[in-house]
């Protein structure tokens, strides 16, 4: 099963909008709803920011989103913050065989 | 408050094999309601998820791993392991536990991870 591909960085200001992009294929991201996001910053373990393609657990801010068309599941994070400058990952679930795989990262940077 | 904490050497030679411990506090590990994974992350790159169990004792590996990697449990400690066999330099990786959500298949609590270094 070949990892799910992100863009390698990303960028905007504070107060803009920056959506990351996560494409797969049919047997996982297009498969099954069950897409998650993970914020990770330096030297820390993985948050879960969006499972269920777009569902936030309690204490995620509303300014992020998330949503799925076919293959490709999107991460929007809404009125950067400085604090939103960290690595994001994708999962989902790939029913063969009940694994999972991630994205290679997207390094988001708040200019 | 779940919490989740790794612990094993922090150095294995090559060939041999390396042996990880998750210790599981604030909830109990034979909860139905989860599985228990492990995933690894090379210094600079991204995730990748080695294999899972549930509490029952059936797992789930990685295809690229699986030859070489167990995962096991004992609810008594509540604690899960991993053993990777048969190690290189490619296997040195900061390694995370993680709880891994039966009706959400996500993984929504973390270890603070554990570095893992293979060498002679």
């Known amino acids: 099963q070949s990892a799910l591909t992100q863009p390698p960085s990303a960028s905007g200001s504070p107060g803009q909008s920056v959506t990351i992009s996560c494409t797969g294929t049919?047997?996982?991201?297009?498969?099954?709803?069950?897409v998650s996001w993970y914020q990770q910053h330096p030297g820390k373990a993985p948050k879960l920011m969006i499972y269920e393609v777009s569902t936030r657990p309690s204490g995620v801010p509303d300014r992020f989103s998330g949503s799925k068309s076919g293959n490709t599941a999107s991460l929007t994070v809404s009125g950067l913050q400085a604090e939103d400058e960290a690595d994001y990952y994708c999962?989902?679930?790939?029913?063969?065989?009940?694994?999972?795989?991630f994205g290679g990262g997207t390094k988001l940077t708040v200019l | 408050q779940v919490q989740l904490q790794e612990s094993g050497p922090g150095l294995v030679k090559p060939s041999q094999t390396l042996s990880l411990t998750c210790t599981v506090s604030?909830?109990?590990?034979?909860?139905?309601?989860?599985?228990w994974s492990w995933i690894r992350q090379p210094a600079g790159k991204g995730l990748e998820w080695i294999g899972r169990i549930y509490t029952s004792g059936s797992t789930n590996y990685n295809p690229s791993l699986k030859s070489r990697v167990t995962i096991s449990v004992d609810t008594s400690k509540n604690q899960f392991s991993l053993m990777l066999s048969s190690v290189t330099a490619a296997d040195t990786a900061v390694y995370y536990c993680?709880?891994?959500?039966?009706?959400?298949?996500?993984?929504?609590?973390w270890g603070q991870g554990t570095l893992v270094t293979v060498s002679s």
């Open positions: 604030g909830g109990s590990i034979s909860s139905g309601s989860y599985y």
């Open positions: 999962s989902s679930f790939a029913g063969n065989n009940n694994i999972w795989v």
């Open positions: 049919s047997s996982d991201v297009g498969g099954y709803n069950y």
């Open positions: 993680a709880r891994n959500s039966v009706d959400h298949l996500d993984f929504d609590y």
